[in-house]
């Protein structure tokens, strides 16, 4: 049985696949594998764009999501082995599973990093449960580790304007946030954008580094299609010649949640008069939602190279390419 | 682009063209253009009815509709512009409209008056402000200033029983309350009904006379069809002669927050006594929920002439031809 | 028009019927009566299982299900005749269910037990009233006295292994928990199993007995089809010879609420060993959900005698027969 909860479950051949059936179905194919089918979405943590997206993703191929939020209408569950069941949680996450996994054909799960530490989170212990108790394909709509979809997107972004990205200048520049932002989403795009050759800099604040074990992974994935990653911690670095300028706060290396982060390196904000210096063919990507003024200025969004709504439109076509491949349609 | 916001968007050959696709779509015909289609349903306010009626509408024809619900999972939104993004609001209206209008190929939109003052709500500011930044077709549930599609389902169920209403006779008729509602009801079946040429005869206390301005554009409306619209302040006018009483609480002229309203003018209630003054051919409206024995004795919504389920269905019909005229199959 | 709220609505013959239905459906079948129509859910009570079972249920077959939560974007219902609405209720039922009786084919309600006595709860006055009131077909997912589509469910899980089910030994065993449940379970269980002639034990603890009406009414249907059913307060009784043992917890007898029943009667939980001494083709059941380690072992729910998620299975086939016997497509 398929799963994807992170970017070794495709590899990368098996992202590059997945992005040219993406772009097929961009381009007004439907994907068969999804008629009739029923998704549903498992939602531990909020959303707006994975939500409507999944949905769309199924809807538009004739097939059915169903939406599942914690709080809304569903138990909290209980996910501890061994536990006497005597307090709050009235359902053990297996009996769920085991439930749900009876009724859809894939079960699509958003779980949050929990910021106590890069290694946990890294180890993603419950997303890893879930994938292990179901009885169905388990797609991830973001965990603690990884966001696989989203750095999809990002990547299908970035080939519609360079189908050969390999040594393409990528930065992936933080920015300032007023809380500490799970790693998910940069860890994904690093290892994506990696996978097919680019030469990635990755640009943050000293104490902000993502975990080196992610970067070395990462590396390793470049090297073997001819890109590169490299660190930086200069504000300024890349902004004279990245053709991608990734946008993304996330939380101190280490333990997140333990050092405050509101107003801290407020200089690392992305103004207009450091895109000007940018290539005239260079992509603004943020996978959104964004702070105004407090990651970028308000002004920059206007700008022509911004294709954060492409990004949000490609989320589409890289579910269904990956529900498709779930559902075993294509090799 | 077509909108449908406000009455204005239809104008009165519009508004019956619409109704006419309403009726055919009552009689058993399927609106072809919603076949396959997205309808995103935004509420940053609530509904029982209005979603219903949506959904059923998409899905009888063969459409989808996503429903997201303000608080119900997804982020409150900020929608003010130049404004530095540190507080709460971890999305911005303009990035949310651009995302939706990527999923959808329709945007539902429920907002709801501030009753700060009736012309801050005429003018409808939040609500156009999604009409102008949203890359899709945007469609009211109801904002501040009106109700559309009540509007339009209204006039459907009285030209059921006239289908030529020029010069007919009709009350619309305040009634108490405990808090101060929007007049976003009572302005769309004003227009609406003007526009097909009634004879109408707006009945309020003094202090709650809809806005000047709205009433002086209904009357317009009227004229240019042979019909009228007057005012007054009796309790009792009405109630010998008039084919349509339609009843329905708002607030206060002006200010309607600044004045209290729970037991004002209780004698305003209509009772059965009243109702049996009434022709026997006479239909009593009211666009739901209610509150019985405040606003009308229950006894009364036994009566015959009581139609305010034919209101609530024929919701369904004039929505799923409003949307078929957003998606342009219809001239 | 037909509605399924209890047993009765069924009988025993109607039963057997559906479930035949349901079993053509786990086999492939899809219910014809079910495309294109609307079944709207309505939860005034929180729910995993049963909501997605008839999602599922509906979608597999072409259909749609619209889904209302109290609390959850609709307004909370007044219920009471003759009340002047002035307080925090909005609408009152009659007019939410002359409403929706005009947007769907079906309406699906959950109401749950007030637990204030047996005979108010099998009274079922709320669901009485929503079933007298409604213009469309009414379903119950669950009331104050049954929950018939569980009970079917339970039913066809045991024809599965035994398809002459009569006087097969069957324990319906009573276990701890931390708070007086509802007993519409345990009721639909009871006279489901004994309408096809189950030799039944229910077994329970002093003050915990089932309904004596009730328990009246399943012998009724018991010995017309050559089963029995008797009652036992020994924990250890049936545990050597029952082919079925269903597992349920459920609140004091009389006024459930009035006592506490945490930690009482802790040694009736079953344990591995109980389940060791039953022959090795018992089937164990439960509805869901369940609190381990205070109902049951941890351990004793990977016996291979354990059945829960076929039961959670089949709800979706009863589902869509009871639908199609709504729909009038089944004699």
Same mark, same amino acid.
């Given at each position: 049985?398929?799963?994807?909860?992170?970017?070794?479950?495709?590899?990368?051949?098996?992202?590059?696949?997945?992005?040219?059936? /993406?772009?097929?179905?961009?381009?007004?194919?439907?994907?068969?594998?999804?008629?009739?089918?029923?998704?549903?979405?498992?939602?531990? /943590?909020?959303? $707006?764009?994975?939500?409507?997206?999944?949905? +769309? @993703?199924?809807? !538009?191929?004739? =097939?059915?999501?169903?939406?599942?939020?914690?709080? =809304?209408?569903?138990?909290?569950?209980?996910?501890?082995?061994?536990?006497?069941?005597?307090?709050?949680?009235?359902?053990?996450?297996?009996?769920? %599973?085991?439930? %749900?996994? !009876?009724?859809?054909?894939?079960? @699509?799960?958003?779980?949050?990093?929990?910021?106590?530490?890069?290694?946990?989170?890294?180890?993603? !212990?419950?997303?890893?449960?879930?994938?292990?108790?179901?009885?169905?394909? +388990?797609?991830? *709509?973001?965990?603690?580790?990884?966001?696989?979809?989203?750095?999809?997107?990002?990547?299908?972004?970035?080939?519609?304007?360079?189908?050969?990205?390999?040594?393409?200048?990528? $930065?992936?520049?933080?920015?300032?946030?007023?809380?500490? %932002?799970?790693?998910? +989403?940069?860890?994904?795009?690093?290892?994506?954008?990696?996978?097919?050759? &680019?030469?990635?800099?990755?640009?943050?604040?000293?104490?902000?580094?993502?975990?080196? #074990?992610?970067?070395?992974?990462? !590396? *390793?994935?470049?090297?073997?299609?001819?890109?590169?990653?490299?660190?930086?911690?200069?504000?300024? &670095?890349?902004?004279? =010649?990245?053709?991608?300028?990734?946008?993304?706060?996330?939380?101190?290396?280490?333990?997140?949640? /333990?050092?405050?982060?509101?107003? &801290?390196? @407020?200089?690392?904000?992305?103004? #207009?008069?450091?895109? =000007?210096?940018?290539?005239?063919?260079?992509?603004?990507?943020? &996978?959104?939602? %964004?702070?105004?003024?407090?990651?970028?200025?308000?002004?920059?969004?206007?700008?022509?190279?911004?294709?954060?709504?492409?990004?949000?439109?490609?989320?589409?076509?890289?579910?269904?390419?990956?529900?498709?491949?779930?559902?075993?349609?294509?090799?």
């Amino acid at each position: 049985m398929r799963h994807l909860t992170r970017f070794a479950d495709l590899g990368a051949d098996g992202a590059r696949r997945l992005i040219e059936r /993406a772009e097929a179905f961009k381009g007004g194919q439907l994907p068969d594998a999804l008629r009739g089918r029923i998704l549903i979405l498992l939602f531990l /943590a909020p959303s $707006l764009r994975t939500r409507v997206s999944f949905q +769309v @993703a199924m809807a !538009r191929a004739g =097939g059915s999501a169903i939406v599942l939020e914690a709080g =809304g209408g569903i138990w909290p569950l209980e996910t501890r082995e061994g536990i006497v069941m005597d307090q709050d949680r009235v359902e053990h996450i297996e009996e769920a %599973l085991g439930t %749900l996994s !009876r009724y859809g054909d894939a079960l @699509a799960v958003r779980v949050f990093a929990e910021l106590e530490s890069d290694e946990m989170d890294l180890a993603d !212990r419950f997303l890893n449960q879930i994938r292990e108790k179901s009885g169905i394909p +388990v797609i991830s *709509m973001e965990s603690a580790a990884e966001h696989p979809c989203q750095g999809l997107a990002d990547a299908m972004t970035i080939l519609e304007h360079h189908p050969d990205p390999r040594a393409l200048p990528v $930065l992936l520049r933080w920015v300032p946030h007023v809380k500490p %932002l799970p790693k998910a +989403v940069p860890n994904s795009f690093l290892l994506t954008a990696a996978a097919f050759g &680019c030469q990635i800099t990755v640009s943050a604040p000293h104490g902000f580094e993502l975990p080196a #074990s992610l970067v070395g992974a990462a !590396r *390793m994935l470049a090297v073997a299609k001819g890109g590169t990653v490299t660190e930086s911690a200069d504000p300024d &670095c890349g902004s004279d =010649g990245s053709k991608v300028l990734y946008l993304k706060s996330w939380g101190p290396a280490g333990h997140p949640r /333990a050092t405050p982060v509101a107003g &801290c390196h @407020a200089h690392w904000r992305i103004g #207009s008069d450091w895109l =000007g210096q940018m290539p005239e063919d260079a992509l603004l990507l943020h &996978c959104l939602p %964004l702070r105004r003024n407090v990651e970028i200025e308000e002004s920059a969004l206007q700008n022509a190279r911004c294709r954060i709504f492409d990004q949000a439109e490609n989320r589409i076509y890289v579910q269904q390419a990956a529900l498709e491949w779930l559902f075993g349609a294509q090799a």
